[in-house]
């Protein structure tokens, strides 16, 4: 027989898991997303710098030297940033997953003790 108390209690339940979910994905969100604006603007400060140093090499070999050495670094923080955001898109993965374990590992032994009956 279908019991209100029991459906209300349930969808509370559901209501609340995926509040704190939704929660960790906008935290997650943010802190990419400034992640993100940090490294664009530190870029563009550094690309202005260059340019600044670039302007006033005396030679051509002193400017393909200051050339190379800035796309060596720029290319390696780009690799860098890269891997930093790769692993917060992984944690913001696993955080808004984490409340949704419980309830899951709950379903998943009601369904087996259910089959094995």
């Known amino acids: 027989m279908f019991n209100f108390d029991d459906a209300n209690k349930k969808s509370k339940e559901a209501l609340d898991v995926a509040v704190k979910s939704y929660s960790a994905l906008t935290k997650g969100y943010q802190a990419i997303a400034t992640e993100a604006a940090d490294y664009s603007k530190k870029s563009f400060e550094d690309g202005i710098a260059h340019l600044e140093k670039l302007s006033g090499a005396k030679s ?5 030297e200051l050339q190379t050495n800035y796309l060596k670094s720029s290319y390696e923080a780009f690799v860098a940033e890269a891997s930093k955001i790769g692993e917060m898109y992984a944690d913001l993965a696993k955080d808004a997953y984490k409340p949704y374990e419980a309830p899951v590992a ?3 032994a009601a369904v087996k003790s259910a ?3």
């Open 115 to 117: 089959a094995a009956a």
């Open 60 to 64: 051509l070999e002193a400017a393909f």
């Open 106 to 108: 709950k379903a998943t």
